[in-house]
């Protein structure tokens, strides 16, 4: 098992380790047992993960001596709302959960999300632990405390910066994931490539293929890889007041093409397609040699992840989204652009006309 450490602004929140491993539930449970004491363990799932998975948790948890109760909810991106959040904290309170209870999120982003938003709240906040089972989870959504439930008017728009207490990543999950979730994480995977290694992006160049057949060496390579590099940006701008906004490469477009889809476009191929917009603004304006353009629409192209934006979506729906995106700043929007491959700076803000013909450039 690996070990990283989140070294985190004492005067903020408390630093944590992530631990990324294969198969490494036996080794977990016992240090949640030994480094994560509380009154009471309660692990929060959903439907899906609970079926495949929870049983097994549960089982190992209580092996170890913990008084541990779980709760489920369903499966989907339509269960990250405040109503849930309420139900949750309804039945921790008939658990006879409080103040000495530690909260368990096991599954995929929404569960993430959504346990460490009730937890920065329930009983004016608990501890909480992170154990990702998605890729993007484990890569992303679990490191660095970012919480939130969606509203009608978008995602993630209600939340709280809370870190957890530790994240604990293990690779089997990965086994029963379906290939759409596989492809979520990796348009992320290629996202770290593309905003800070160059190698690593190399690294993706030349073994899509093994990644694509799930190799184990090579997904623990990527995962820590990836789980380095976020930590370090999270270690320097917890609150997202700066440098954490690279981290959003290719997502500002990506939400706004999720949402101008009704989310049939997953997360992952709305960023997908976002990343190469992103690239082809950052050669317009003359920041991106067209040839690391290229490669980054190869590398995106050999993902099996999508190049071309449907005709339904119209280009004055998408630009009015963008209008609307969280992080403007009045009507300035932010766009992560690139200078090179491992290289991107936020941009001071990118005019509609600009990216109008990109968007029409990437039609099917
Ligand atoms: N997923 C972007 C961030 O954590 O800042």
Do not use: W
């Not at 913990?66 to 904290?89: C, H, M, R, Y």
């Not at 089997?172 to 596989?182: A, Q, V």
């Not at 492809?183 to 030349?206: C, S, T, V």
């Amino acid at each position: 098992m690996r070990s990283i450490k989140v070294n985190l602004d004492k005067k903020l929140s408390s630093s944590y380790e992530i631990c990324i491993g294969n198969a490494i539930l036996d080794r977990m449970v016992l240090l949640i047992a030994k480094n994560h004491k509380a009154g009471r363990h309660i692990v929060i799932t959903d439907s899906n993960v609970n079926k495949l998975h929870g049983p097994k948790l549960l089982a190992a948890l209580k092996d170890v001596g913990l008084n541990v109760d779980l709760i489920e909810f369903p499966a989907g991106e339509a269960s990250k709302n405040i109503n849930t959040a309420v139900d949750i904290a309804g039945k921790l309170l008939e658990l006879g959960a409080g103040r000495n209870s530690l909260l368990i999120a096991f599954g995929g982003g929404v569960v993430g999300d959504l346990t460490g938003f009730v937890a920065s709240m329930f009983m004016r906040s608990v501890p909480y632990i992170q154990i990702p089972t998605t890729l993007l989870a484990q890569v992303d959504s679990s490191i660095g405390g970012k919480t939130a439930v969606d509203l009608p008017y978008g995602k993630n728009l209600l939340g709280t910066f809370y870190q957890p207490q530790a994240v604990f990543a293990d690779l089997s999950y990965l086994t029963t994931l379906p290939e759409n979730e596989f492809n979520n994480g990796l348009a992320e995977i290629i996202k770290y490539g593309i905003i800070d290694d160059a190698k690593m992006f190399r690294l993706l160049e030349d073994n899509m293929d093994q990644v694509k057949i799930k190799d184990p060496v090579l997904l623990l390579k990527l995962v820590e890889m990836c789980c380095r590099i976020k930590k370090s940006i999270v270690e320097i701008d917890e609150k997202e007041q700066g440098l954490r906004r690279i981290l959003n490469y290719g997502h500002t477009l990506g939400h706004a093409l999720e949402a101008q889809s009704n989310f049939t476009l997953s997360h992952g191929e709305g960023v997908a397609l976002g990343m190469i917009a992103a690239a082809r603004i950052s050669e317009n304006s003359g920041y991106l040699e067209s040839s690391s353009r290229e490669r980054i629409e190869k590398i995106i192209q050999k993902a099996g992840l999508p190049c071309r934006i449907n005709n339904n979506m119209a280009t004055e729906g998408i630009i009015s989204r963008l209008k609307m995106d969280k992080k403007k700043e009045g009507d300035i929007i932010h766009f992560v652009l690139l200078k090179k491959i491992g290289m991107p700076f936020v941009n001071g803000g990118i005019d509609g006309k600009i990216i109008t013909p990109v968007i029409e450039g990437m039609r099917e």
